[in-house]
């Protein structure tokens, strides 16, 4: 009975990654697919095929990049954003969105230096992330201080910290393995 549970746990731990893999997978392809892959659908009926509202997106999404950089087209583009920015409630939402953004895939971008916060007093550690050095327009008693982003543990949500520059190590550590490490709470180690 006790070599049955065995292969049972054995044949768990081998199985349930790769099927959690391809679902999550699965599910971010139809979830892509459906953007524009519906209102193709109804157009193409028999002739859709899966994965052509992906393809479509996607070279949507690369065309509208190109538009962008062209000088009448990122005009109109800046003006959508200087409204969007400038309208109660929607500036919020859409500021937020859009540093999020520009901190992952622009150029200037944050959760690139990992950096070790200890705790001295309770002799504890922790690794976050900078996600910015200019605190200034939070007010004049911030300055050396930077933002450090800690996520939380199996979860999308974290914390941040104003801390002293000085108080900060910068950790020689790739950020996808630093970001591995704290959303997994330590188990994923290379």
Do not use: C
């Not at 859709?48 to 962008?68: C, D, F, H, K, Q």
């Not at 900078?130 to 543990?153: C, K, M």
């Not at 520059?165 to 950790?171: D, G, S, T, V």
């Amino acid at each position: 009975m006790k070599r049955l549970l065995k292969y049972f746990i054995n044949g768990l731990l081998t199985i349930l990654p790769i099927v959690l893999a391809v679902y999550i997978i699965y599910k971010i392809f139809t979830f892509l697919d459906s953007i524009l892959g519906n209102l193709l659908k109804d157009v193409l009926k028999e002739d859709y095929i899966p994965g052509i509202g992906l393809i479509t997106t996607i070279l949507l999404i690369t065309l509208l990049g190109w538009m962008s950089t062209q000088y009448v087209t990122g005009k109109i583009f800046r003006l959508i954003d200087r409204i969007l920015e400038r309208t109660p409630f929607v500036k919020t939402v859409y500021t937020v969105i859009k540093d999020t953004i520009h901190s992952f895939f622009g150029e200037k971008r944050s959760f690139s230096t990992v950096v070790l916060i200890e705790y001295p007093e309770i002799g504890m550690k922790s690794i976050g992330f900078i996600t910015t050095e200019e605190l200034s327009s939070l007010g004049e008693d911030l300055e050396g201080h930077v933002a450090v982003y800690i996520p939380q543990t199996f979860q999308i949500a974290g914390f941040t910290f104003l801390v002293p520059k000085e108080k900060l190590k910068i950790l020689d550590v790739k950020p996808e393995e630093a970001m591995k490490f704290l959303l997994s709470g330590g188990v994923a180690t290379k």
